[in-house]
């Protein structure tokens, strides 16, 4: 069995940020662009083991990239969390992402501030593109949901 880290631990933030690096160097070239240029804030909130965690998405540069602190000039703040975040994060594929988001979103524990256009297309990629997703994206997800404890 591999070594299984606590979700938003300082090592499981690091495994996650090393396997988006091996990611991007073995197969980037064909892991499909976003659907939309957008700039989005993200707090997780009531975290067991440490204090809420800041951290943003950013598609504008081709690629969809997530990290660690709060973006200047974010277009969309969502607000969730850690068992939301969990599931969303772990999610293996666009199924089950949408599975653990929409029940989410409709019971409240994911709060959209700022232009949901914007992030629509992001959101429709993931209910449409089931059949379609890369073996690679789904490599991705299993690789993280491997190492996660919740």
Do not use: C
């Amino acid at each position: 069995m591999s070594e299984r880290f606590l979700f938003l631990s300082d090592e499981w933030i690091e495994k996650a940020t090393e396997l988006r690096s091996e990611a991007e160097e073995r197969f980037g070239d064909r892991i499909p662009e976003p659907p939309a240029a957008v700039r989005i804030n993200i707090r997780i909130n009531e975290i067991p083991h440490r204090s809420d965690l800041d951290g943003h998405i950013d598609s504008t540069g081709g690629r969809l990239v997530i990290l660690e602190g709060w973006l200047d000039a974010a277009q969309v703040t969502i607000t969730t969390d850690y068992l939301t975040a969990a599931e969303l994060f772990v999610a293996t594929g666009p199924e089950e992402f949408m599975e653990a988001m929409m029940p989410a979103v409709f019971r409240g524990r994911i709060l959209i501030e700022g232009d949901l256009a914007l992030i629509m297309p992001l959101m429709q990629q993931q209910a449409i593109a089931g059949g379609e997703t890369p073996p690679e994206i789904l490599e991705i997800g299993a690789r993280l949901a491997s190492f996660t404890e919740v």
